[in-house]
């Protein structure tokens, strides 16, 4: 009997040992991984189908969209056509055309899990064929002798200037947040800089489709967008995880 008393203290005392040399990791590792959705976003741009519904001197259409290839990176792209007709005070413009604009936007926004909504910064590199017309015009003359009221008409008889294009750089700012799952409501604030414009040597580019106004002696051009889009998911990835040293402190 004693000897069995024996043998079972024994025994404790090695499990005891055993499991005093384990350690005690106090800091244990996620081994979830947590996966975002990447796939295919496309839309339409809200703002110029208002304005073509409210406006009688504006047609407008453009598409958006983009493709995630990274956590953060994106390629993105807008097609669109754009008709203005704009009355001044000597003359009358039309123009109309289409435009395409292919670059990035990177996300600067850090997700909670689960949310896939950005503030992003972008480039886009863009092209726009176009023609012009001039609706009709009235001289200028200083001598008000015969028109004191008014300037003396020029012609009314429609001129048509085409074969005209441009080509513009484009910073982008904006923004996507989901509304519901995978529809996102957008808007982005837009700089271009104009590369190359082609114009007639009778009448100047005075509206660019993609562009918006030129200003005289200037190349910059501010636009905007307001986008409705829905991602078609494609495959899920996860994140990357971020090393953390023995200090606490993240690595990239």
């Known amino acids: 009997m004693s000897r069995f008393f024996i043998s079972i203290t024994l025994l404790l005392c090695f ?47 453009e598409l958006v969209g983009d493709y995630r290839l990274t956590q953060k990176l994106y390629i993105a792209g807008e097609l669109g056509n754009e008709e203005k007709t704009k009355q001044e005070d000597l003359y009358s413009f039309t123009t109309s055309g289409s435009y395409i604009k292919l670059g990035v936007d990177y996300n600067t926004y850090e997700n909670w899990y689960g949310m896939n909504n950005t503030i992003f910064l972008g480039g886009r590199f863009a092209v726009s064929s176009f023609s012009q017309t001039l609706n009709n015009f009235r001289y200028f003359d200083t001598n008000r002798y015969w028109y004191p009221d008014d300037f003396p008409n020029g012609s009314s008889d429609a001129q048509e200037f085409g074969s005209l294009n441009a080509a513009w750089l484009e910073f982008v700012f904006g923004m996507k947040a989901e509304l519901f799952s995978n529809l996102y409501l957008g808007g982005s604030l837009r700089l271009g800089f104009l590369v190359s414009n082609k114009e007639s040597e009778e009448f100047p580019n005075l509206f660019i489709p993609g562009f918006n106004k030129v200003t005289d002696g200037s190349k910059f051009g501010i636009g905007y967008n307001y986008s409705l889009t829905y991602m078609i998911p494609l495959y899920k990835k996860a994140n990357k995880r971020k090393k953390k040293t023995d200090e606490g402190q993240v690595e990239p």
């Open 15 to 61: 499990f005891n040992s055993s499991a005093q040399d384990e350690t005690i990791d106090l800091q244990p590792k996620d081994t979830v991984a947590h996966k975002q959705t990447y796939g295919l976003r496309v839309g339409i741009d809200l703002s110029r189908i208002i304005i073509t519904q409210t406006n009688e001197d504006y047609k407008g259409l």
